[in-house]
């Protein structure tokens, strides 16, 4: 039995990512993995999109200004830098614990490692703090090639983790992706897609849901884009069982 602690889209909410760890013993004071997540027992899944503030107010949050513009490059490298030095910080735990803390690679990190398609906010507001062409601060090296690390899916015992959804084309950040709006919809328009996928339980980011995390247990499936909400998703799993999900719980801190 396997205890599985995942985690919703940060969007660069780095203290309440690090406030959920600890409240499920994943994280010591010291941004550590604890003892049962280097042993195995909580394997920790970050459901993707580490990057990118959802709004202004996040933006100006993290940037320390008062009211935050895309146009001036200081906010911009401010923004850049205030999520570089806490991705190194996420980069450190992950490495410190690999077998056991797992992050899905989301479009709004793909976009940033590989910047084919700039995206913004629902407000309008584009994310440029990585593009050096508007006054951005481009993301080192060391950490580009840790994201580009990041797998599309997480699965085991037919269970999936991905940060949209159960379906393939889903996976990748394309024209299409972005031109569709299924990525958006389908949980409520065609949640049957976790049966089509002959999965035993599918765990999703990438939509906000009115209310926190959403528990489908008719179609087993959970939309967890609710770390603002402060809520994380439980996931106990026992591989060697006919059923192997043996309980799944949203958990607010």
Wanted: contains cysteine.
């Amino acid at each position: 039995m396997r205890k599985f602690i995942a985690i919703g889209d940060v969007h660069a909410d780095f203290a309440t990512l690090w406030a959920a760890l600890r409240a499920a013993s994943c994280a010591d004071a010291q941004g550590r993995p604890t003892p049962p997540v280097v042993a195995g027992l909580y394997q920790v899944v970050l459901i993707g999109d580490l990057v990118h503030p959802k709004n202004e107010r996040e933006y100006a949050r993290l940037s320390g200004v008062e009211r935050f513009d895309t146009g001036n490059p200081d906010h911009l490298r401010y923004a850049a830098m205030a999520q570089i030095r806490a991705l190194e910080g996420i980069k450190a735990y992950q490495e410190a614990a690999p077998h056991a803390v797992h992050i899905i690679l989301g479009n709004h990190d793909d976009a940033v490692v590989d910047p084919s398609y700039v995206l913004g906010t629902s407000g309008g507001l584009k994310h440029l703090e990585f593009d050096p062409e508007h006054g951005g601060q481009a993301l080192p090296e060391d950490l580009c090639v840790w994201m580009q690390g990041f797998p599309r899916e997480v699965r085991l015992a037919g269970v999936q983790f991905a940060h949209a959804s159960p379906l393939p084309a889903h996976l990748y950040y394309d024209d299409l992706f972005y031109a569709d709006h299924s990525p958006k919809r389908w949980f409520k328009d065609t949640p049957e897609y976790v049966d089509m996928a002959g999965l035993s339980f599918g765990v999703y980011g990438h939509t906000q849901v009115e209310g926190g995390i959403l528990l489908n247990e008719v179609h087993r499936f959970a939309m967890i884009d609710a770390l603002q909400s402060r809520e994380y998703l439980e996931l106990l799993l026992d591989p060697e069982q006919a059923n192997p999900v043996q309980g799944v719980r949203a958990v607010p801190f």
